[in-house]
C-alpha cells in the first residue's frame, strides 16, 4: 500500500497536466476574517466558481479572528482544499467534490499584523468579509496601540480601516465593502456601530468618521447553508476515496443562499451571481431573512423537545419517522406559512419544500441535542411570531405550536432518560432559565392537573423568556396545560398521535 500525497499544488499540477483551475497573480481583493468550515464552503466556494468563470479575477487572504490552530495546514497545503456538496438538489441526489483554488494566502493577526496593515494600504484590496459567530459581532472596550493588534474582530477592523484611512490619505474610492456572514439581524449596521463606538473610544480624528461614513460600505446580509464537514473519524476514509490527502476537507448541503443588500454599484463589483451562485442583491434582506428563521429554525425548535422525548438523535431520524415527519410538515405548511407576510405566490411553499429536501440529507448528522440549546431564546424569536401571529390572523390557536411549546415546558424537567435510548439528556440554557424550570418542576412534581396548570401559568409569565406575560393570549394557558398533561400522563407518541387525530 503506497503513501497518500498530501493535496498541494504541485500535487495538483499533478492531477492536472494543463495547470486545472490555478491562476497565478491574481490580485487579492478580498480580506476574510474566518477560516472555518462555513466561509470556506460558502464564499470562498462562490469567488472559486467566479474565477473560474472570468467574472471576479481575484483571490482571497484569510485572517483567523480567534486561533491559528489551521495555519500549518493551509500552509502544509497551499491554502487548496476540498469542497464535497453532498445531499438532495430538486428531488436528486448528488455529490460533487471541487477543489477550492481562491486564498492566497493565510495570516496570523497576532503574529503578522504589521504584515495585515501593509496589506491594507492596498488599493487591490475592496472587500472584507467575516463569519466570526454572532458573538464576534460585540462592543468590547480596549485601547488602540498603534502598531498592536487588538483582540477583537470589530477592534481590528477599526485599526485596520483607520491605517488605510491615513495611508490612503481618505482618497475618493479608498473604502472598504464589508460583508459581514454572522447570523445577526441587520448585521452589517450592527458592525458598523461597534466600530463607530471603538472609534469614539480611540478619540480617532472627526475627517476618519466622515470618511468612514461616505466611503465605506458595511451591508446587511442574510447567509444560507448547512456546512456539515468531515468527522475527523472519518478522514482517512475519504482520504482513499480521493486519493490524497486533504486536512481540510469540507462537506456541505448542495443548497444555498446569500442575499445582501446593496447598492447598483456594489453589485457591480462582486458580480458572484453571474458565475451561477444563488447570490441574491436586494434592497432589503428582512424578509429573506424572516423565511429563514421562522421556516427552517423555527421547524428545528418546534419538532426539537418532541424528538428528544422520543428518544431520537437526528434531524434525519426524525424524518424517517411518521409521527413527527406529519408533525414538522404541518407546522410548516398549517400553521407557519399562513402567519408570515405575503410573498410572491408560491414562493414559501417553495421554500419549505427545500427545508423538508434538506431535513432528509442522508450526508448530514444534525443532531437534535445540538439544537435544543438555549431553546426558550430560539422559541421567542422563531416560533412566538408565529404563533401570535397565527392566532391575530385566524382567531384560534396553531395547535402544533402550541402543543410545542407544551413539550418544551416538559423537556426543561430536567436530566432524563430519552424514551427510546438510554442517553442521559440534560437541558442546555441561560442558568436562570434552567433555575426557574428546576423549582418549578419540584412544585409539579406529582403531575396532577392542578399543580401543571400552576407550573404553565408561571411559565407564561416569565417576560424575560417571552418578551410579555404569554398568559394575556387567549386560551394559550389552557391549551398548554392540556397538552402538557398528554405529555405527562400518556407519554410523547400517544400524545403526538392525539394531536393529529384532534387535527387531521
Not at 493565510?106 to 499584523?113: D, G, H, K, M, T
Not at 413539550?407 to 442546555?428: H, Q, W
Not at 418542576?441 to 407564561?460: C, G, M, S
Request: charge should be neutral; aromatic fraction near 10%.
Amino acid at each position: 500500500m503506497f503513501a497518500l500525497h498530501t493535496l498541494n499544488r504541485n500535487f495538483y499540477r499533478s492531477l492536472f497536466p494543463q495547470g486545472g483551475r490555478l491562476q497565478q497573480n491574481l490580485p487579492e481583493k478580498v480580506l476574510q476574517f474566518g477560516e472555518g468550515k462555513f466561509l470556506r464552503a460558502f464564499a470562498d466556494w462562490m469567488i472559486d466558481l467566479a474565477n473560474e468563470r472570468g467574472v471576479f479575477g481575484g483571490s482571497i487572504v484569510v485572517v483567523p479572528p480567534r486561533s491559528d490552530h489551521l495555519i500549518p495546514a493551509f500552509k502544509r497545503q497551499e491554502n487548496l482544499y476540498t469542497l464535497y456538496l453532498r445531499g438532495c438538489r430538486h428531488g436528486k441526489m448528488v455529490e460533487e467534490k471541487r477543489v477550492i483554488t481562491s486564498i492566497s494566502r493565510i495570516l496570523s493577526p497576532r503574529e503578522q499584523w504589521s504584515v495585515l496593515l501593509t496589506l491594507a494600504e492596498s488599493s487591490e484590496l475592496k472587500f472584507i468579509i467575516s463569519n466570526t459567530t454572532e458573538a464576534g459581532i460585540a462592543y468590547l472596550p480596549e485601547p488602540y496601540r498603534e502598531g498592536a493588534c487588538p483582540v477583537s474582530f470589530p477592534a481590528k477592523l477599526t485599526a485596520l480601516l483607520y491605517h488605510r484611512f491615513r495611508r490612503l490619505k481618505a482618497a475618493p474610492g479608498s473604502g472598504f465593502v464589508i460583508i459581514p456572514c454572522e447570523l445577526l439581524e441587520q448585521n452589517g449596521d450592527t458592525l458598523k456601530a461597534v466600530v463607530r463606538r471603538l472609534a469614539e473610544d480611540w478619540g480617532l480624528p472627526r475627517l476618519f468618521f466622515r470618511w468612514l461614513e461616505d466611503e465605506n460600505w458595511f451591508l446587511n446580509t442574510l447567509v444560507d447553508r448547512i456546512v456539515s464537514g468531515v468527522p475527523a473519524a472519518s478522514l482517512e476514509e475519504e482520504w482513499k476515496r480521493l486519493g490524497y490527502r486533504d486536512y481540510l476537507l469540507n462537506a456541505a448541503e448542495p443548497y444555498h443562499l446569500w442575499a445582501v443588500a446593496a447598492p447598483e454599484e456594489i453589485r457591480a463589483a462582486f458580480p458572484l451571481e453571474q458565475a451561477g451562485v444563488n447570490l441574491v442583491w436586494t434592497d432589503d434582506v428582512r424578509p429573506y431573512r424572516t423565511r429563514k428563521v421562522r421556516l427552517l429554525n423555527g421547524a428545528h425548535t418546534a419538532a426539537v423537545a418532541a424528538a428528544l422525548l422520543s428518544g431520537i438523535k437526528t434531524v434525519r431520524e426524525a424524518m424517517q419517522d411518521r409521527a413527527l415527519s406529519s408533525f414538522i410538515r404541518g407546522v410548516l405548511y398549517d400553521e407557519i406559512i399562513p402567519s408570515l407576510p405575503e410573498q410572491p405566490p408560491g414562493q414559501l411553499q417553495a421554500f419549505a419544500r427545500e427545508v423538508l429536501e434538506r431535513f432528509q440529507n442522508p450526508y448530514i448528522d444534525h443532531h437534535w441535542s445540538d439544537i435544543s440549546v438555549n431553546s426558550v431564546i430560539k422559541f421567542r424569536e422563531r416560533l412566538l411570531p408565529s404563533l401570535c401571529g397565527y392566532h391575530r390572523l385566524r382567531g384560534i390557536l396553531p395547535p402544533r405550536l402550541t402543543f410545542a411549546l407544551a413539550a418544551l415546558i416538559f423537556l426543561y424537567r430536567g436530566a432524563m432518560t430519552a424514551a427510546a435510548k438510554e442517553d442521559l439528556f440534560s437541558p442546555v440554557d441561560d442558568p436562570a432559565v434552567l433555575e426557574f424550570f428546576a423549582v418549578a418542576w419540584k412544585e409539579a412534581a406529582t403531575l396532577w392537573r392542578p399543580a401543571l396548570d400552576r407550573l404553565v401559568e408561571e411559565t407564561l409569565r416569565q417576560e424575560s423568556f417571552w418578551g410579555a406575560d404569554l398568559n394575556t393570549v387567549p386560551g394559550l394557558r389552557s391549551a398548554v396545560s392540556h397538552y402538557l398533561e398528554s405529555l405527562a400522563t400518556r407519554g410523547v407518541a400517544p400524545a403526538l398521535a392525539a394531536l393529529a387525530a384532534d387535527h387531521q
